[in-house]
Structure formats: C-alpha cells, structure tokens
C-alpha cells in the first residue's frame, strides 16, 4: 500500500523550529489598524460591569488559616490578597507606618547614684595626705587642689611645707611602681592585695583626729566587742549631759527628751529611779572642752579605767588649749608629730606610728615595734618565722631593729605601703588597726 505523499515527507524531510513570532493576546477592547499599531478603544459597559465582579475583594478566595496559623510573607510570585473589610489600594492611599515605639524614659530618681570621682589634689609622703575635720566640723587638708602651682606664685620656704610629689588620684601607681622597681618580689603580692589605703576613695575619706585618738585609748588592752561597748557608752553619756546643759541654756526643763524610770510603782526603798537619755545621733562625738568640763568619776560610768579616763581628759585639754589641732597634724613633719604626740599620756610610739598610717595617711611611717612587720620582713627575706626564737630573753623579735631599719630604707619615701605589704605577708588583719 503507498503511503501518502505527507507522510513521505515527514520521514525525509526534519522538522524545523517555528520561527514566526507568536501573535500576543488582545483584550477585545484592543485592535491593530494596518500598521500594525495597537489602539485601545472604551470598554463597554457591559465589560466595565465584568471587570469590576472580578476585582470585587468580597469575591476572591480567602487563604486557608487556622487561628493559630500565621501567614507567610508573599513573594512577587505570590499573588497577595486584601484582608476582608479593609480598604483596598484603589480606593484610597496606603497608610503611613506606624511610629515606632518611644524609648523608655530613663527614671533619674531610680537609678543609683554614682559618687563623684573624688577631688585630685596634691600630696607629700611626709605630711598628712587625709582629710582632717575638727572637733567643730569644718575640713582642712595640707594642700589645695591648685597647689601645685604654689612654687610659681609662692616659694616652699614660705609655706613651710614641701614641694607636693604626687597627686591623690596618682599617689597608689606611683608608690607601688617604686616598690616593685626596688624589689621585683613585691609584685605578684601587690597583684594580688591592692592597698585601698592609699587609693583615691581612701584618700578622700574624711577624718576626725580627735575621735580617733580618744577611740585609740579606748581600745587599749581590751578586746574589740568591748571596745566599741565603752565607746558608745561614753559617747551616750556625753551626749546626755551635753543635751541636758543645751535645755537649761534654752530656758527649758533639763530633762527635755530623757526618758525617767522610776523601777516600780511603789515608793518603797527597793524602787529606783533610771534616767536613760536620748540615743546620739550616728555622726555626734563630744568635743575635746565637753569632755574636759567632766571630771575623772563621770567618765569612769562608761566603763573607763581611772588611767583611761585620765588619758582622755590629758589629750581634750591639749586639743582645747591649742596645743594639739587638725592643722598641726596636717603641716608637722613625721619627727615632730611623733614627738608631739608621744608627749601625750597614754599615747606610745607604736600608736602613734599606727594613727599616721592608718589615720593620717602618711606614706613614709615603719613600725619597728609591730610584731606582725617583723614576722614579715623575716618571712620576706626567707627565714622560716616558724623556727625562730627570742633573743636574749627580752621582747620577742623574728628581726633586730636595726635589720628591719636596713631593709625598709631602700623603699622610703613610701615606707608605709612596704609595712602594709610586709603584714600581707603573714596575712595579719589590719582592720582593727583601720578602726
């Protein structure tokens, strides 16, 4: 049977790809005149009608969500539909984005409160580097924050006080620096304990010479708990006469704001009458000419031993007369505080060697007398504390005197901080030494 004469030619001849361009499609509203330009005309009403069903949001489809689903985001690809019931892009302009949310206001009166970074100002190794106040409340320190310039405008020689070597805010690096130059051993324990003594804040601190000299004597020879029991017993009971004076000055009854006991209800001879006066005030301290109008039996109902109270009493009059103030402290060398001071009953070397250090905040003071330096600079130095006796019978020394004095010269001006180190060694607590 012959094939067709298409069928033939199929078999010879292959297929060619299309070439022609495809025809686009027209809109019905949309003709080609001759030239093969595409021209709109208006579309009917009918049309118009048909267009608008279309577009109607009511009548698209609604997308399939649960109401824990949420909708993903469209692509370009992905046709977006209009929420139901809201206005379309067509009839009116898209929204503005909302603002977004205000910062949260910043409350000042709950944040804490930062202190200020504390005043630099200029210190000497051998002059009083603390803040002193007077029995009366006022604050004095040896030099201005602008005394650095003093050698411009006035000469140490009429000053009386040495040139200043450092600052409060650079006094701790400069000291520590010298230490560990002078002996490189020093330093993983100065790494290891930083001396807040000599810190800014340490030097900022506002002290009260009087009070801790009268505490000094207080707490001789007792145990710290029964220390702080007589101090507050012979601060209550200078406070109560003081405030019992103040209200017969004012014209008022004496016992204005003292409580009275009478024991019992009764007025038999068991009944007694207790006065208790009103608590001090945290910062009130008796000053040197209230303590000195008190003789020696009333100042003994604190707890105060007849030597004690007669100490206290000796170091209130020198602190009346002038003999002793917080300005003297302030511009004496290290010679003449000792001297001063040690002339004062009840007031030994060491406990004036350890009010300079710890109080005063002089940077050059070395207690030979501390049997904690001692063991120190024993251990220091590589004797075995553990092992070593006393010598000659006498006090008990791990070091002479004259050893010690060799060992500590080498890191003058800054003796204090080698001492402080020296007790870090054998890690003696100092606090009682800072109270």
């Known amino acids: ?10 078999a010879v001849l292959p297929l060619q790809p299309s070439i ?30 048909k267009r608008k069903k279309t577009l109607n949001p009511n009548s698209l489809p609604q997308p399939l969500l649960s109401p824990h689903q949420t909708a993903t985001t469209p692509t370009s690809d992905t046709p977006q539909a209009p929420a139901p019931n809201s206005t379309t892009y067509w ?16 409350n000042i009166g709950n944040r804490p409160q930062t202190p200020p970074p504390p005043l630099d100002r200029p210190v000497e190794p051998h002059r009083t580097n603390a803040t002193l106040l007077t029995p009366h409340g006022s604050s004095l ?11 411009i405008i006035i000469p140490p020689s009429k000053t009386g006080l040495p040139r200043p070597t450092a600052t409060t805010g650079t006094l701790l690096e400069q000291a520590t620096a010298h ?13 290891q304990h930083p001396c807040k003594l000599f810190s800014p804040q340490g ?55 003292i ?56 170091l209130s009059e020198k602190f009346a007369n002038g003999e002793l103030s917080a300005r003297m ?16 009953r009840g007031l030994g070397r060491w406990s004036v060697e350890m009010f300079a250090c710890f109080t005063l905040k002089r940077t050059d003071v070395f207690s030979t007398g501390d049997l904690g330096v001692q063991r120190g600079c024993a251990a220091f130095i590589g004797k075995d504390v553990s092992k070593l006796k006393a010598k000659g019978g006498g006090k008990f020394k791990y070091m002479s005197e004259s050893d010690m004095l060799e060992l500590a010269a080498k890191f003058a001006p800054y003796r204090s901080l080698f001492m402080w180190y020296m007790w870090r060694v054998e890690e003696v607590d100092v606090t009682v030494m800072s109270n």
């Open 203 to 257: 030097l900022a601190e506002k002290i009260d010479p009087f009070r801790s000299l009268v505490s000094t004597i207080i707490g001789q020879q007792v145990s710290g708990a029964a220390a702080k029991s007589i101090k507050d017993r012979f601060v209550g009971l200078l406070y109560g006469i003081n405030n019992r004076n103040r209200n017969r000055n004012r014209n008022r009854n004496p016992n204005d704001g």
């Open 141 to 151: 320190v040896a030099y201005p924050p602008d005394a650095l310039d003093w050698d």
């Open 329 to 344: 402290l302030l511009s004496a060398s290290d010679d003449e505080l000792l001297e001063k001071l040690t002339a004062v």
């Open 179 to 191: 230490l560990i130059a002078t002996d490189a051993r020093l330093e993983p324990i100065i790494r």
């Open 20 to 49: 022609q361009p495809a025809k686009p499609n027209r809109s019905p509203s949309q003709r080609s005149n001759s030239n093969g330009v595409t021209k709109s005309r208006k579309p009917s009403a009918k049309e118009t009608q």
């Open 91 to 106: 009839d009116s302009p898209s929204p503005p984005p909302p603002p977004p949310p205000p910062l949260p206001q910043d």
């Open 1 to 10: 049977m012959a094939l067709r004469r298409s069928a033939r030619l199929s």
């Open 259 to 314: 409580t009275i006991n009478n024991g019992g209800s009764g007025s038999g001879s068991g009944s007694e009458t207790t006065i208790i006066p009103p608590p001090p005030p945290a910062d009130y301290f008796p000053t040197p000419e209230e303590i000195v109008k008190c003789d020696i039996p009333l100042l003994r109902t604190a707890g105060l031993s007849q030597r004690k109270a007669e100490y206290i009493q000796g």
